[in-house]
């Protein structure tokens, strides 16, 4: 089992950029499978970036790539999403997981 810390999240305005960490132990590699989903409001949990074992960049969900990055550092056992030109619209509890481990997730307010 792996446990995963979320930290970075918070309240910003539209246009501006946060980056959300994800600090992974226990059962965890350099090849595990990590991944950031995110759910709004009243909306279903979905697929925001990730990086897939047998893939060494990250993959993104349509409309995330060019605004967030992701990039993860292994000695460190984290992965990091950066956001920018944040819109209203990305406000949601954003989580992390490895492989099928979850984090606890953590809020992110975008404010028009």
């Known amino acids: 089992q792996v446990q995963l810390v979320e930290s970075g999240g918070g309240l910003v305005q539209a246009g501006g950029s946060l980056t959300l960490s994800c600090a992974a132990s226990?059962?965890?590699?350099?090849?595990?499978?990590m991944r950031w989903f995110r759910q709004a409001p009243g909306k279903e949990r979905e697929f925001v970036a990730g990086f897939v074992r047998t893939v060494s960049k990250p993959i993104y969900a349509e409309g995330m790539k060019g605004r967030f990055t992701m990039s993860r550092d292994n000695a460190k056992n984290t992965v990091f999403l950066q956001m920018t030109s944040l819109k209203p619209e990305d406000t949601a509890v954003y989580y992390c997981?490895?492989?099928?481990?979850w984090g606890q997730g953590i809020q992110v307010t975008v404010t028009s």
């Open positions: 997981t490895c492989n099928s481990d």
């Open positions: 226990g059962r965890t590699s350099s090849t595990s499978d």
